[in-house]
């Protein structure tokens, strides 16, 4: 086929993905995008709300979630896969946030929580939610920290529940390896 | 006894502890510092170096680590332990950093992980520094927050290792409590 044509991607004056030019700003000279590199790029976004930081955590926390090779950055791809998940998630948080404050409180939190589908003790929700709040509200970037934490450690957690009875036995390196990079 | 003898806390006339009117400048009204009260302090007092803002992250996990009535707040009695605490790490990192340059790289923070005691294989060591650097190296606070964490989750584990021989078993809740709220 000639230049351009479907098939030959890479090839000069085919058609590039608009989100190309944007990508290679923020990922720089090594084509990847690492955690602080992600921070300015969704800060600059103001997916944050109220132009403040997006917080670092969650931008290693998202990396970790979509790092396949174990690279801990990410390529073209994986960001445009994050960007996208992102949109659904500012939706979903913008659903359970009625005043718009740009914050949820903590029994808000529970229901969005449970509504994913997660069965948690009291004391478990309780204290997960008060470790992600700040003066009593849970800001954006904390309700994805914590959404994408409480999957990837429940994923973890199946994976060595064989019986699918609830309860897993972990060696030592394995929960510190399953806990201490999540 | 006379007002401001020994034995009399709290009454007028007895010589105050220095640190008091500080830690009451930084708790407020409340009388309790929280996390984002304890990330203006340690930015103001430039413990991460270069007058950067001091990890929020870190301050949750340093205010976990004291919190024993599970409030998530800290009184006077904790501030000064976390903060001699944390001139101690600071020390302790400033050896580690032979360049004084602010940072430690991933082979001189694998010695000072494993000169704190602990066993880990080289995917769970390799992991963890990987998840807590930026750019290839380790800041004091990332250093802080994994050194708070890796202690927590050890200690956790081991409670529920009860034969000592390396292996635990979790029900999920528990699990998630453990690993959601450090």
Redesign the interface.
Known sequence: GAPGAPGFGGFPGQPQDPMMGYFSAVAGQDGQI???ELQVCLTQANFSGAYKPF???TC?LMI?MLDRD?S?TMGFNEFKELWNVLYAWKQHFASIDRDQSGSVDPQEMQQAVSSMGYR??P??MN??I??Y???GKISFDDYVA?SV??RT??DL?RKR?QTQQ????????D????????
Chains 1, 2 share one sequence.
């Open positions: 690492s955690a602080d917080n670092l955590e290693r970790s174990g801990h948690l003790s004391q478990a204290g997960m008060k470790r709040s700040t003066q914590c934490k409480l450690l429940t957690f529940d609830g309860v897993a036995t972990f060696s030592y390196d929960f510190i390896l399953c806990t201490m990079t999540t």
